[in-house]
């Protein structure tokens, strides 16, 4: 799982990184929008020819893409803050090409990428979900409870 963990974790190839090891973020911003746009043309354009969202149903999310907080919403763009929610969106994006992977490879039969959310906020004090198109909060959504239950805990023995 720690090697999983890792793999999510990787920034974009080539991605210029500051000393500290993060990108900046306009230069992550920009890269992670041209990175979106290429595996959704990609999976459309593929041999399995697997679609993203609806038949011009706004309210159909696809990916669910989002993007980083802004200033407007009241989150800082410097700091911890801001590298939390960075590496989150990267993960995110890993995730995602994840499952666009085993439908290209035709692991898996895909047709469309409807809905695709995680259960966990982007950051803490970043209230998601009025932005995304659909604009449903997970709590809303049928069979689903606004606290995710925690998994089975590892015993150490």
Do not use: C
């Not at 669910?64 to 590298?83: D, K, S, V, Y």
């Not at 906020?121 to 239950?149: D, N």
């Amino acid at each position: 799982m720690a090697d999983n963990s890792k793999a999510l974790q990787r920034w974009f190839p080539d991605l210029s990184k500051a000393p500290d090891g993060d990108p900046a973020r306009d230069t992550f911003v920009a890269r992670y929008q041209d990175e979106a746009k290429n595996l959704e043309n990609t999976l459309l354009q593929s041999a399995q020819h697997v679609l993203v969202g609806g038949d011009g149903d706004e309210k159909t999310p696809g990916f669910n893409w989002g993007g980083p907080p802004t200033r407007a919403l009241g989150f800082p763009r410097t700091g911890e803050n801001e590298r939390i929610v960075l590496r989150e969106l990267q993960k995110r994006f890993q995730a995602r090409q994840r499952v666009a992977n085993l439908a290209l490879r035709g692991r898996v039969d895909l047709k469309r990428i409807v809905d695709f959310r995680f259960f966990n906020r982007l950051h803490e004090k970043f209230p998601e979900g009025g932005g995304l198109r659909g604009g449903v909060p997970l709590a809303q959504w049928p069979g689903l409870t606004p606290e995710v239950p925690a998994g089975p805990r590892s015993r150490s023995r």
